[in-house]
C-alpha cells in the first residue's frame, strides 16, 4: 500500500488567510483525490487531481477557493483561500491504490481551525 | 453512483462477530461493493469489495446477496480496535463517494 503524508498535521488560522496543505506519497501515481470532512460529517470529494491535467472539481467547490496544484506524480497540494470558520474541517489526500481492485488509500489529513 | 443505506449506529461485544449490512438496492451491474473504515480522527482504511461472489481477506468477509441488493460485512472476532465508522460504497471505476456509515461501537 501506499505511504502518504500530509503538511501540516493541524493549524488554527486567521479569517481571510489562506493555507496551503502539501500531500507527499512513495510512489508514482496517477489521480490523487483532496476530500474534505466537516466537524461530525462525511467525507465529502472536493477534486480529483492528474498530473499534467487542470483539477477536476465537484460540484460546490471551486478552483478560485480550492486552488490545487500536481506539479509531479508523488506530490499535491490544496490551498484553501480566503477562509472563514465554515471552512474548519480535516483535508484528506488520497492516491489512487491498485489499479486491479481500484481501491483507494487516504493520508493522515490536515485539521484546520479557521478562527 | 449507487446510493447505499446502513444503520447509524451498531454495538458489538468484543469477541464476537460483528455483521454489518448495507442495502443498494439501485446498484448497477458494473459497481462494485467496496467497504472502508474511519478509526477516530484517522483517513478512511479500505478494507474489502466485491462484485459478486463472497469474498474474505485477512481482515473481513463480505456477502453480497444473490440479486446484489444488499451486503453485509463481517468482522469476525471483533477487538476494541475496531470501534470506528464503516462505510459501504458502491461504484464503477473511478471516485469515491461517502455516505453517513455505520458507527461501529465494540464494547468489553
Known amino acids: 500500500s501506499a505511504v502518504i503524508s500530509q503538511k501540516p498535521s493541524r493549524d488554527i488560522c486567521q479569517r481571510g488567510t489562506s493555507l496551503t496543505i502539501q500531500c507527499q506519497v512513495d510512489s508514482q501515481v496517477t489521480m490523487m483525490f483532496w476530500y474534505r470532512q466537516q466537524p461530525g460529517q462525511s467525507l465529502t470529494l472536493i477534486a480529483t487531481a492528474n498530473q499534467g491535467s487542470e483539477a477536476t472539481y465537484e460540484s460546490g467547490f471551486v478552483i478560485d477557493k480550492f486552488p490545487i496544484s500536481r506539479p509531479n506524480l508523488t506530490f499535491s497540494t490544496l490551498t484553501v483561500s480566503n477562509m472563514s470558520p465554515e471552512d474548519s474541517s480535516i483535508y484528506l489526500c488520497?492516491?489512487?491504490?491498485?489499479?486491479?481492485?481500484?481501491?483507494?488509500?487516504f493520508g493522515p489529513g490536515t485539521r484546520l481551525t479557521v478562527l | 453512483d449507487a446510493k447505499t443505506t446502513q444503520p447509524p449506529s451498531m454495538d458489538c461485544a468484543e469477541g464476537r462477530a460483528a455483521n454489518l449490512p448495507c442495502n443498494h438496492s439501485?446498484?448497477?451491474?458494473?459497481?462494485?461493493v467496496y467497504w472502508y473504515r474511519q478509526i477516530h480522527s484517522q483517513g478512511p482504511q479500505y478494507i474489502i469489495h466485491g462484485l459478486k461472489n463472497n469474498e474474505t481477506n485477512e481482515m473481513a468477509s463480505l456477502i453480497i446477496t444473490e440479486d446484489r441488493k444488499s451486503s453485509t460485512l463481517i468482522l469476525p472476532h471483533a477487538t476494541l480496535r475496531d470501534t470506528a465508522v464503516y462505510y459501504c460504497?458502491?461504484?464503477?471505476?473511478?471516485?469515491?463517494?461517502f455516505g453517513q456509515g455505520t458507527t461501529l461501537q465494540v464494547k468489553p
Open positions: 488520497s492516491v489512487e491504490g491498485d489499479r486491479e481492485t481500484d481501491t483507494q488509500y
Open positions: 439501485t446498484i448497477s451491474g458494473n459497481e462494485y
Open positions: 460504497i458502491v461504484r464503477p471505476a473511478g471516485k469515491l463517494i
